[in-house]
């Protein structure tokens, strides 16, 4: 084991150091383990050559994951001395990295939902015509949760022009999120008509941002519990991303017990958090859609659950590792990279309406859930502009999209399923949207395209995609 008594000692000494109102346990020499107040928490680092037969350890012992680094092979832990123990009886080694318990918490720069809140009112009150401010909804504890539309003309629904999200903060203690929502909105409320190609976004598209979904339990993070994840529902709290129904309780990926981080709820879409996102979701109908997490510098992108993979996996991967390269992070899904993850959004926005989602893990295990803003904040923003800006880039590029109409008459109820040309199965199947609008992302290939109603083909059309999205309306 490469943790020792002395370092452990040592670290607990600095603590002191922080506080003279928490008195320090003694190290129990019998066994060689450090002891801590119940209710301090320490990282801890686990080497893993193979992290699977690892992962599963620690869900089956409702251990805190923190993160990982893929670079050193480490699977960072958040636990306490119970935890500590659990751990050491599995003959699993660790490395106390910090001492959790006892320190500050995150820099006050950071924002929390009434900052959070005001940021959106004055960006609105300072931009009239590119905003539109919006509560998509009700926390457990009755706050709003904002989303902010930025378009040319944002009073106007124009379901013409492609939708994008940009989303941050389910899991409540990863401050930085919010910092890259924020960063958008600056960049390109401050850029409109000052930089060609944000003016060209802002002008062509519908760019949603959604500052900061998980509200209450971020205010749980600032005045009661700096290391909580979850909502604040009942107290005990529900883990939002393991909540929705795609995948929900299907493959370990998540907790039935209330107490674990990863919690999922006693039923799918059991909390209203969930249930305001599916709605905005089903009504904005983006094309993409990012939900920015820390930590372990990763994208991934459905489906959690081993060994699936999304009916349109090549044009998945392959957006997601484009920003992966970018933004020099790892891509993949998450039972690839990781461990199985069940009733998470990206899947569910997938697997309900084809939007395709990814997950973008801020940062590396070095600055950790709450780096100093000073030193990291804008070195994080700046980094992932690349990966934002590279969706709406990717907007304009082969697919196609267009309207279906009959009788001149929007067909609100329809579906689009595609085929690879010559092929007599579809290869998926898209919802459109009650617009009668559709998007489809595609590589470069010929397609056949069957729109359907009431189960019925009514209409088929070939196309050949090329580099750029075309326009395609059925009108019959």
């Known amino acids: 084991m490469f943790s020792n008594l002395k370092k452990v000692s040592t670290i607990l000494a600095a603590a002191m150091m922080l506080t003279s109102s928490i008195a320090i346990a ?8 450090p002891i801590f107040q119940k209710d301090w928490k320490f990282i801890a680092s686990i080497k893993a050559k193979v992290f699977k037969p690892v992962f599963e350890k620690l869900h089956h012992l409702e251990i805190d994951i923190a993160g990982v680094n893929m ?26 990295r910090e001492v959790k318990g006892i320190s500050k918490g995150p820099d006050e720069e950071y924002r929390n939902p009434e900052e959070i809140e005001q940021l959106t009112l004055d960006f609105a009150n300072k931009f009239p015509n590119l905003t539109k401010r919006i509560s998509i909804g009700k926390s457990v504890e009755g706050r709003d949760i904002w989303a902010v539309k930025i378009s040319d003309n944002a009073d106007i629904d124009e379901s013409s022009e492609p939708a994008v999200l940009f989303n941050s903060m389910h899991h409540a203690r990863e401050v930085m999120g919010p910092e890259v929502a924020i960063d958008i909105m600056e960049t390109l409320l401050s850029g409109y008509g000052n930089d060609t190609q944000i003016t060209k976004w802002v002008d062509s598209y519908e760019i949603w941002v959604m500052p900061m979904f998980n509200v209450d339990g971020n205010n749980k993070m600032w005045t009661k519990d700096k290391w909580w994840r979850k909502n604040n529902q009942g107290g005990y709290g529900v ?37 305001a996102m599916m709605n905005f979701i089903a009504n904005v109908r983006p094309v993409f859609d990012i939900s920015y997490h820390s930590y372990s510098e990763l994208v991934i992108y459905p489906f959690g659950c081993s060994p699936e993979r999304t009916p349109t996996q090549e044009v998945v991967e392959k957006i997601g590792k484009e920003i992966g390269k970018k933004l020099n992070y790892t891509a993949g899904t998450a039972w690839e990279l990781l461990y199985n993850a069940d009733g998470g959004d990206i899947d569910w926005m997938y697997d309900a309406y084809q939007v395709i989602p990814f997950v973008i893990e801020l940062n590396s295990n070095k600055e950790g859930f709450q780096p100093s803003y000073a030193k990291w904040r804008d070195k994080t923003v700046i980094k992932n502009r690349a990966g934002w800006q590279h969706l709406l880039t990717r907007l304009e590029e082969s697919g196609v999209r267009g309207q279906f109409t009959m009788n001149k008459a929007i067909v609100s109820d329809f579906k689009v399923e595609i085929l690879n040309s010559g092929q007599t199965e579809s290869f998926q199947s898209y919802v459109g949207h009650k617009t009668g609008m559709y998007h489809l992302v595609l590589n470069p290939g010929d397609y056949d395209l069957h729109f359907v109603v009431a189960d019925k083909i009514i209409a088929k059309e070939r196309i050949s995609i090329g580099a750029k999205l075309q326009t395609l309306d059925i009108s019959l």
């Open 26 to 33: 003694s190290p129990n020499h019998a066994n060689h383990n």
């Open 71 to 96: 670079k050193t092979n480490e699977i960072d832990v958040l636990i306490n001395d119970y935890d500590y123990k659990n751990l050491v009886k599995e003959g699993i080694e660790l490395k106390i």
């Open 239 to 275: 883990d939002l991303n393991r909540n929705y129904p795609s995948g929900w309780n299907k493959c370990n990926g998540s907790s039935g017990w209330r107490s674990s981080q990863t919690y999922r709820g006693p039923d799918p879409a059991s909390e209203p958090e969930t249930q």
